[in-house]
């Protein structure tokens, strides 16, 4: 049963009551080489197929789990895009991060045993897999290509966080979030073309700058070539010229995606 391994109290809207009971299909997903069964062979990957569960879709606003509720299980995001996010005692939200296809929810939560974040979708039709955390981690020690990947995408969790950590100009900042996003979001033919499923405010609330400082950077970026922007499709009309501004801080400069 799927139910015990979403985390309960999650929005009745959202978690409650989308269980597919038909295991996840990995072998014929379109995000499977950006995502954990990437680098196993046809054995392993039904194996891991055997333990992933699919939730059906949530639509925008629906939450996948809310701070304080128990930790059982990651998530791989297979479609859309979601915001973990918290609230401080004076209501103010803080971003925490933006989860794109291929990219796993739920590391910071393994070690109190219970998310300290909220987590919302905010595209339509958002999907994810369930990867229950007790069978993810009986899989990873039985099949070493998994947890090769499992502390690949672990330690590039981590390398994100940190690049924003510094203290950086608002336009390296933005030049960098770009970028960075392009690079996480890259699909065959797509170019440079973002479309963005967050805010202009939760952007600046991510990186820690106001939403009008955001605007006017955008529009500097736009004058000098660099983007086009339509709300929020942004095109990246010359990537090299934002990578040089982002240098400092991007670490996809040197490592890649």
């Not at 796993?104 to 974040?117: D, F, K, M, Q």
């Not at 981690?137 to 090769?148: D, G, N, V, Y």
């Not at 033919?189 to 952007?203: C, H, K, N, Y």
């Not at 070539?225 to 709300?231: I, M």
């Amino acid at each position: 049963m799927l139910d015990p391994v979403l985390a309960p109290g999650a929005d009745s809207r959202a978690v409650s009551g989308r269980a597919d009971a038909g295991r996840s299909r990995c072998a014929s997903c379109a995000i499977a080489p950006r995502c954990l069964p990437a680098a196993l062979n046809a054995e392993q990957m039904h194996r891991f197929e055997d333990s992933v569960q699919r939730c059906r879709p949530l639509g925008a606003g629906d939450h996948l789990f809310r701070v304080g509720d128990p930790f059982h299980a990651m998530f791989a995001v297979q479609s859309g895009c979601f915001k973990s996010y918290a609230v401080d005692a004076e209501g103010r939200e803080h971003v925490m991060a933006f989860h794109f296809a291929g990219e796993i929810i739920g590391v910071e939560a393994i070690y109190p045993e219970r998310h300290v974040s909220s987590c919302v979708a905010l595209a339509p039709a958002s999907t994810v897999c369930v990867l229950p955390y007790r069978t993810l981690t009986r899989l990873a020690q039985e099949i070493p290509p998994l947890q090769s990947e499992i502390l690949r995408m672990l330690s590039r969790y981590v390398l994100g966080g940190a690049s924003i950590a510094g203290d950086f100009s608002a336009e390296e900042r933005l030049a960098a979030f770009l970028v960075m996003v392009s690079a996480r979001l890259r699909r065959p033919g797509s170019g440079g073309d973002l479309d963005l499923a967050m805010s202009r405010q939760d952007i600046a609330n991510f990186l820690r700058l106001a939403p009008e400082t955001v605007s006017r950077i955008l529009a500097r970026f736009q004058r000098g070539g660099l983007v086009k922007t339509d709300r929020k499709h942004i095109e990246l009309l010359d990537p090299d010229g934002l990578s040089d501004i982002a240098a400092c801080m991007n670490p996809y400069t040197r490592y890649g995606p």
